[in-house]
């Protein structure tokens, strides 16, 4: 399965792991139990030697690899839960950055087609100019 498949199937998979631990952390507590322990204290051995439940899950979810994806989507709502929060912040801050972008973007587009393209023939360094007004060549 890849990341993407583990990403949308994530409560099928945590479901699977919580009913896997639980088996497992149940058959240490059982085995002790048939070896002569009492239920309690084999529950407190187990616990004690199995270690956090909770620390396992988040070492399994790393090792799934998409801990950083869905790090990243939590990152995301917070931010738009924020932003939703405050719209005397949010429009300004949005129109700055969309004046801001364009206006990177044209110029780039302007220096790009006027000093970094060349020009569209074939032997550029041949080119002549004639006259020596700057408007002699329309």
Known sequence: ????GRLLSRERLEADLDKELRFHFESQVADKVRSGIPESEARRLTRIEFGGI????????ER?????????LQDVRYTLRQLRKSPGFTIPSVLTLAL???????????VQQVML??????RPDQLWR?????????
């Open 54 to 61: 909770e620390q396992i899950k988040e070492y399994c979810r």
């Open 117 to 122: 393209q060349s020009l569209p023939v074939t």
């Open 100 to 110: 801001g972008i364009g206006a990177t973007t044209a110029i780039f587009t302007l």
């Open 64 to 72: 799934r690899g998409t801990m950083w994806l869905e790090s990243l």
């Open 130 to 138: 004639i006259g020596d007004q700057p408007h002699c060549c329309n």
């Open 1 to 4: 399965m890849g990341w993407l």
